[in-house]
């Protein structure tokens, strides 16, 4: 069984790496999709486990290595150029200030100029990336709540379309067997805080 | 055609063992494990709170992406008793109180049924907040609702007046309200005066079907089943052991469990030089921690502050003595045993009241211990058998004999 586990939001990481084990232990192949690889450091995956990390993925395309390479790799270099000796803990700070309060704003400003929405962007990257040019999924399983909305663009499949879909569970050990599951009716949207009645924080 | 379920129950609860967190909710796994083979159907809602930092915008894309994808995943799979697990995962952000879980709870079990409500005419729910909501939220106008309380934190629930005035309708509706021991009850009495009448007692079941090998012949392997978590003083205990530990070098202590001390055990284990006779195991399913208490001989449990205390009972249910504070579920469990089971003590900011209770024990074992007394009178109150009755007396009061279901007559709830 092939199984893509959406981990984006990597909060539950004990179970992503135990369930993928098992995965692997049931003889099956599993994919970890996450978000960065640094909250996961400290974790060890089964070495049959493949982990792609989406924040890499996004920084190959050749647009988005050009931005790095202005915004970040060039004035980083110059920034250490010029930190040596008594000037290394100013230039320290500067950098990093420089890298708050102009990079990383300019490189969100510049997000919305590519003309692509980032779910939209997100999405295609998975499709042709993680998707394409592997064997099908078998199932999806859903591992956080960051997870939720790229898993459900994803899962939207455009109507008459007649390959099968992949099973869906929150978790391994729950997914059940069996082909894919029917879609039951559409249901109304859960509830944000927004409509949730209380509003107190801890 | 199919003959529609006599005895059908639906279980909705937000604590249920995990791979990831396989102690949470061992308690409800075991009622569950004890009731349903005397049912014709039992559904088990786990609503797990998967709560991560998501702002307002993120928090309304996810609750749009999960109500999708609840319609996909629809898997039910068999869990303890020949039940059935339906697992709901409820995103919350992080810093909610309870009132607002308990709504989110609620609306994704709904969400989770497609809108329709839980299809049995039995529903017993687990914590009045959020599962109690949860269930009253979404049973039939018909159904029957059942709520075990078991929380130590029921001063933080009760904390608002809406989570109050939500609780308070929980009880309203439930026809049967059950609290795990006085330590549960008695805050809710002092909440809900007007409902003293209908918030009851109804015991954990424990498995008392495997016994020890061999009987405990002396006290040296310690054992610890629980968080790593100030609130179970085990850093007293460790510092308690290591006082025993240097009167008899033999002596071992063994940490189940996992939590924010685990790491600051380990240095003052070093620190005490009896790292090599402390073991940190981390996290165990239940089964294996049931294992451990049958390879060692004695529990040493110092909680703060206990609503029943499972593991004192499990402990007994092994055949091992328990050295345990009267923190206030387990001077209750082990009632008319107290001396046959073990030694009870203190809860004190030190760890002398261990080292003397540990002495005292030490001084009278075994022969004026009887944990083959203490194991039947507690098998009487607490075994699956007992429980079961219990369970099944109030859901089925009415309904007529099912081929599989004992008669009810042993009610297990303590006066």
Known sequence: MQVLFLALGATRRRAVVEETAQVVADGGRAVVLVAAAKPWSRERFHPEVQVVDLSKLEAHGPIRKVERALLFSGPGLVFRALGRGPMKTFARRAGGAYERRIASPVHRALLPRNGEDPAELQQRLIRRQVLAGRPPFDLFVVSDPASMPPAARLLARPAGSDSPAPRVAYRYDYAGSGGPVPRQPAVPALPSSASAAAKESR | ?415
């Open chain 2, 1 to 415: 055609m199919a003959a529609t379920p006599v005895k059908d129950v639906a279980i909705v609860t937000p604590w249920y063992p995990t791979r990831d967190m396989p102690f949470r909710g061992a308690f409800v796994q075991a009622m569950v494990g004890a009731t349903a083979p005397g049912c014709d159907r039992v559904t088990v809602y786990h609503g797990d709170a998967w709560v991560a930092a998501l702002s307002d915008r993120d928090d309304e894309l996810v609750g749009r992406a999960h109500a999708e994808l609840l319609g996909l995943a629809t898997a039910r799979t068999p869990t303890v008793g020949g039940a059935q697990l339906r697992y709901v995962p409820v995103p919350i952000p992080r810093g909610r109180w309870h009132a607002e879980i308990a709504h989110r709870h609620a609306a994704t079990l709904g969400a989770a049924l497609g809108g329709k409500p839980i299809d049995a005419p039995v529903v017993h729910a687990h914590v009045g907040l959020p599962g109690g909501w949860a269930a009253i939220r979404n049973a039939r106008p018909d159904a029957r609702i059942f709520v075990t309380e078991h929380a130590t934190f029921l001063d933080q629930v009760l904390d608002t007046p809406e989570a109050r005035a939500m609780y308070d309708e929980v009880l309203h509706r439930a026809d049967g309200f059950f609290a795990v021991g006085e330590a549960v009850r008695a805050p809710l009495l002092e909440a809900f005066p007007h409902h003293a009448d209908r918030i009851t007692f109804i015991a954990n079941p424990i498995d008392f079907d495997v016994s020890r090998p061999e009987p405990v012949t002396d006290l040296r392997r310690w054992l610890y089943v629980g968080g790593l978590i100030p609130r179970k003083g085990v850093d007293l205990l460790l510092e308690a052991f290591a006082t025993c530990r240097a009167e008899d070098p033999t002596l071992t202590l063994t940490l189940v469990g996992a939590g924010e001390l685990a790491g600051k055990l380990s240095e003052r284990a070093a620190e005490l030089g009896v790292a090599e006779a402390v073991t940190q195991t981390g996290a165990l399913p239940p089964d294996e921690a049931l294992r451990l208490m049958r390879e060692h001989d004695l529990l040493v449990h110092n909680s703060r502050f206990e609503t029943f205390g499972v593991t004192v009972i499990e402990a007994a249910a092994a055949g091992m003595p328990v050295l345990v504070t009267r923190c206030g579920g387990p001077e209750e469990t082990l009632a008319g045993v107290e001396e046959s089971a073990g030694e009870l003590i203190d809860v004190e900011d030190t760890p002398d009241v261990i080292v003397a209770g540990y002495r005292r024990l030490r001084s009278r074992f075994p022969q004026q211990v009887d944990l083959s007394l203490a194991r039947r009178e507690l098998a009487a109150r607490y075994s699956y058998p007992s429980v079961a009755q219990a369970h099944h007396r109030i859901w089925f009061a009415d309904a007529p004999a099912a081929g599989t279901s004992d008669a009810l007559s042993v009610p297990a709830q303590r006066s």
